[in-house]
């Protein structure tokens, strides 16, 4: 399973609240993603790092934070939760290689619920 | 920009073989994925391909064709357990050092007895 847990499982917010989403990897791998999952849109990258420090933006970045200070924590906030945010967030891992080219692997999944 | 299109929904029945297949349009193609996804779980890593051919894993094989911009996924003897969706991704080679994917919407089978 590539060693990866987030947490929370399951969390119920309200809107204008802020939420912070944990994901830990205990294989020290470089690259870490964080990806939702809605009916209809299928999986997307939200935010992405190559590194300690090293972050960037995926394709659907609006409203959401990213920070990764140690190798095995990549921290996803919502500085404001919306219930547009309402979601399944997936935190994965690349196993390999310089630039990432390895598969990705997925944690279990945070179940968030704005209302 | 990047596109990728599957099937939505399949039924097949058990100790069938079943296609499933997937068509893609990147600036950069860098390798295809393919993700088998339970109800409720995580996405789990199937398949990889990135030259021309078959790419065979038990009673799963993968088939890649960059000119056509096609790939299948190719379930055998299909089982109950194989119900699930199954997610076709693309690693584009614009998108640098990071190894981003971007992922199909999924195509959910039933497997009926």
């Known amino acids: 399973d590539a060693g990866i847990t987030q947490s929370p499982r399951h969390k119920v917010t309200e809107t204008g609240t802020p939420v912070t989403l944990r994901c830990h990897q205990t294989?020290?791998?470089?690259?870490m993603y964080w990806y939702r999952q809605d009916p209809g849109h299928g999986l997307r990258l939200i935010h992405y790092s190559y590194g300690v420090k090293d972050t960037d933006k995926g394709e659907v970045s609006d409203g959401y934070s990213v920070s990764r200070s140690k190798t095995e924590d990549f921290l996803l906030t919502l500085e404001s939760a919306t219930s547009s945010q309402t979601s399944v967030y997936f935190c994965?891992?690349?196993?390999?290689?310089?630039?990432?080219?390895?598969?990705?692997?997925f944690g279990p999944g945070t179940r968030l619920t704005v209302t | 920009g990047q596109n990728i299109d599957q099937p939505t929904e399949m039924t097949a029945t058990e100790g069938a073989i079943v296609q499933i297949n997937c068509t893609y349009q990147?600036?950069?193609?860098?390798?295809l994925f393919w993700y088998q996804q339970h109800a409720g779980e995580a996405p789990t890593f199937l398949s990889y391909?990135?030259?021309?051919g078959l790419e065979e894993k038990g009673r799963f094989s993968s088939f890649l064709s960059r000119s056509k911009g096609y790939s299948y996924l190719l379930l055998k003897e299909l089982q109950m357990k194989d119900s699930a969706s199954y997610l076709c991704?693309?690693?584009?080679?614009?998108?640098?050092?990071?190894?981003?994917?971007?992922f199909g919407q999924g195509t959910t089978l039933q497997v009926k007895p």
């Open positions: 990147t600036s950069g193609f860098n390798g």
């Open positions: 391909n990135v030259l021309d």
């Open positions: 294989e020290n791998h470089r690259y």
């Open positions: 994965a891992i690349s196993t390999g290689g310089d630039r990432g080219d390895y598969e990705q692997y």
């Open positions: 991704a693309v690693r584009d080679r614009g998108s640098g050092n990071t190894g981003k994917l971007i």
